[in-house]
């Protein structure tokens, strides 16, 4: 065989490698493309994420900023499995844009709320699902993304308020995290096993994530070490947060909007206040040491629900109105209300 037959074979070996390349290329291409069966998919999974991110929008908002069953939640974490993270992160983003257009929250604090707790849940599912996912189940998974959804919207009230206060809340939201978590992932681990069923035409790493939910075991034992965890931490944050110093000579509540002090307001003079702050209005009442808010024009009503606080490490929280309501100690001089006192 000479030179120029040599290279003649090298080249149209180089060519078929070239060609295979080309074809894996386009399989890869063509495996990410989204067909008309993506797109009903999409479309049949935003419809029931918005419908039950309308749903909770009608449920009685908790005294805890930022705490939400996440029942959306049930649609990202069967995304996951069923999909992958790119589209479950996708429904997460669509479900706030078009529920808050339908009950007119866009761009509010709400929104925020919602869209930061949504897509912090499904980064953190996803972690857990990759990491751990024949390990943990659906149960497990969705305990940690519960944890994070409300973490996310507590962290929004950090950002929107400046004050880290609003992390007293933190023990409720962990454990407000057990139930919520639980419900959505037998919820999702009864579905995901009708949708192992029933699969026609998934892809292949979905139907082999289907399959662990039916070969895994000890599913049960990863939920409840999740969910006994989530109680234990809540548990220490409560105890570490509920320690009071020495009684603070001269107690006032102390008012701050957008991280400016307002007003200071002693506790040792029953009274009613009002804060009135652009379109929003708060009546204080203060009695026996203690301060509570009786009324806000507020829609989610959060600060009325939390009721008296009389501790330097309690806090009441108005979200829309940025308004952070403390107690600290200090001197007794005379001070200049900017709130309407009668």
């Known amino acids: 065989m000479n030179g120029a037959e040599t290279g003649r074979i090298a080249m149209i070996q180089g060519q078929l490698q070239e060609a295979l390349w080309a074809q894996d290329a386009w399989e890869q291409a063509k495996d990410s493309l989204w067909g008309a069966r993506d797109i009903a998919r999409l479309g049949m999974l935003l419809a029931l994420a918005t419908t039950l991110h309308i749903f909770e929008a009608q449920l009685p908002s908790l005294p805890i900023p930022g705490a939400k069953i996440g029942l959306a939640n049930l649609v990202s974490l069967f995304a996951l499995y069923v999909w992958g993270f790119r589209?479950?992160?996708?429904?997460?983003?669509?479900?706030?844009?078009?529920?808050?257009?339908?009950?007119?929250?866009?761009?509010?604090?709400?929104?925020?709320?919602?869209?930061?707790?949504?897509?912090?849940?499904?980064?953190?599912?996803?972690?857990?699902?990759?990491?751990?996912?024949?390990?943990?189940?659906?149960?497990?998974?969705?305990?940690?993304?519960?944890?994070?959804?409300?973490?996310?919207?507590?962290?929004?009230?950090?950002?929107?308020?400046?004050?880290?206060?609003?992390?007293?809340?933190?023990?409720?939201?962990?454990?407000?995290?057990?139930?919520?978590?639980?419900?959505?992932?037998?919820?999702?681990?009864?579905?995901?096993?009708?949708?192992?069923?029933?699969?026609?035409?998934?892809?292949?790493?979905?139907?082999?994530?289907?399959?662990?939910?039916?070969?895994?075991?000890?599913?049960?034992?990863?939920?409840?070490?999740?969910?006994a965890a989530l109680a234990a931490m809540g548990l220490v944050i409560a105890l570490a947060f509920s320690w009071q110093p020495a009684a603070v000579a001269h107690p006032q509540a102390k008012v701050t909007v957008g991280g400016e002090v307002y007003t200071l307001l002693p506790l040792d003079q029953p009274g009613r206040h009002e804060v009135a702050v652009g379109g929003e209005r708060l009546i204080l009442e203060v009695e026996h040491g203690r301060v509570r808010v009786i009324e806000s024009t507020c829609p989610d009503q959060i600060c009325v629900g939390t009721g008296w606080i009389e501790h330097t490490r309690e806090a009441i929280v108005c979200v829309p109105a940025q308004v952070l309501i403390t107690v600290v100690g200090g001197a007794p001089p005379e001070l200049e209300y900017d709130a309407l006192v009668y």
């Open 87 to 227: 589209e479950a992160l996708l429904l997460a983003v669509m479900r706030q844009l078009v529920g808050s257009l339908v009950t007119g929250t866009l761009f509010t604090p709400a929104f925020a709320f919602g869209l930061a707790g949504g897509v912090l849940s499904v980064a953190v599912m996803a972690l857990f699902l990759q990491v751990g996912g024949k390990l943990l189940g659906p149960v497990a998974i969705s305990l940690a993304g519960a944890t994070a959804h409300n973490i996310g919207q507590l962290m929004v009230a950090w950002a929107l308020l400046g004050q880290p206060q609003v992390f007293y809340y933190l023990p409720y939201l962990l454990w407000f995290a057990v139930p919520s978590g639980a419900l959505v992932g037998v919820t999702a681990t009864k579905l995901l096993s009708l949708a192992g069923k029933i699969a026609v035409g998934a892809p292949e790493k979905a139907l082999a994530k289907l399959r662990w939910l039916e070969q895994a075991q000890g599913h049960r034992r990863a939920a409840w070490v999740t969910a």
